[in-house]
């Protein structure tokens, strides 16, 4: 059976990042405890009505660290998990203590995923961020000896103001903390974000391609190999739960915002906390809206997300004439020459190159 998971949304900040369009608020702390309260009501109606257990369990935001370690715990044991679940929380480095993290591991939290996006004060302001490295040495080390047994640090490149010595710097950091995964994102520009609205401070795609490439220089040398283009990791500490979202498995969201998939159909619950807290009080339905992807478009969609993987795709899902024109940015699988995969240069063009597959209605089952 195909795995199943888990997403539960915190949409409280302290402060907000100028490229986040994420669902998020700074000014809804005292909606928390009742926030909480709707999120166990909310669990509590689907595993009465047969929600399977869980194999992956993502805690994310948002900040979920700005809840009482309590009352986080208090959400995360009425998840039904299967034996061996991964269960991870999202952590800002600023509010990460010993005694939060014991309290996580003893609900069951085995995964810890540091927000830290850079290592370089002047990036940090540049991005709307409140740590410092201090902070990030001291969550690092509150989860060392907190026995949980795997960590990612978070990064993000291409901000305005970062130079490649800024980034080569950051990498460097957070691979002597030794963790086990990182994800190295390029900052993207989000319509809606105060950062679409000032043109001077959007990234660079020359300045972006050096720091990938960079990024993956240093971070296969140390051991952490890419198993997708945003992600390295060590052997055995792959994030499960990003590969539901991969590999279309079914996933179920709790929270304001947050998304559900079904067998290809995918559906969301209303965006604000004020809103879902009334719905649930009131018993009304908190779906705000879905869609029914086709079998067409769910298997091309499929294609997509394997491209982006160390698995890559079947050979076939390219014309021949096509794989010739893209030599350099695919090759053939090493353990399979059935399939073909992303160069490093070829990640760099994920989206390019993904719009050359065949349509799925040509490859049949």
């Known amino acids: 059976m195909a795995g199943f998971g888990v997403y539960i949304h915190i949409p409280f900040c ?42 992956t369990f993502f805690i994310g935001g948002g900040t979920p660290t700005l809840l009482d370690p309590e009352e986080l715990a208090s959400v995360v044991a009425v998840i039904p998990v299967a034996a061996g679940a991964e269960v991870t ?58 026995g949980i047994a795997s960590f990612n640090l978070d990064l993000i490149y291409g901000a305005s103001g970062e130079s490649l010595s800024d980034w080569e710097q950051t990498l460097q950091q957070a691979l002597a903390f030794e963790p086990q995964h990182i994800s190295a994102y390029g900052l993207t520009v989000e319509a809606g974000t105060p950062l679409a609205t000032q043109p001077d401070r959007h990234p660079d795609d020359d300045d972006q391609a050096d720091k990938y490439e960079l990024a993956d220089e240093l971070l296969t040398g140390a051991g952490l190999a890419n198993y997708e283009v945003s992600n390295w990791s060590k052997l055995g500490h792959e994030s499960r739960h990003n590969f539901l979202y991969w590999n279309q498995d079914d996933y179920r969201g709790f929270g304001c915002a947050a998304h559900s998939h079904e067998a290809g159909r995918r559906w969301w619950n209303v965006r604000t906390p004020d809103r879902y807290i009334e719905l649930l009080s009131r018993g009304d339905s908190l779906e705000a809206a879905s869609e029914q992807l086709d079998a067409g478009s769910r298997r091309l969609e499929g294609l997509q997300l394997g491209l982006r993987t160390r698995s890559g795709v079947r050979r076939e899902a390219f014309d021949e004439e096509v794989l010739e024109e893209l030599e350099g940015l695919l090759v053939p699988h090493p353990n399979d020459s059935e399939h073909v995969v992303l160069t490093r240069r070829g990640r760099l063009m994920a989206n390019e190159v993904s719009m050359r597959l065949r349509g799925w209605d040509e490859l049949g089952d």
């Open 89 to 146: 929380v999202e952590c800002n480095p600023d509010d990460v203590t010993v005694e939060m993290l014991n309290i996580y591991r003893d609900a069951g939290v085995n995964r810890i995923s540091l927000g830290v996006q850079s290592m370089s004060a002047h990036v940090l302001s540049s991005l709307g961020r409140t740590h410092d490295q201090r902070n990030v040495e001291r969550a690092v080390g509150a989860i060392k000896q907190s």
């Open 14 to 55: 302290a402060s907000k990042c100028d490229y986040c369009a994420f669902a998020t608020w700074t000014d809804r702390g005292h909606l928390i405890g009742a926030y909480v309260e709707a999120l166990r009501t909310e669990i509590g109606s689907a595993v009465d009505h047969g929600l399977r257990l869980a194999d």
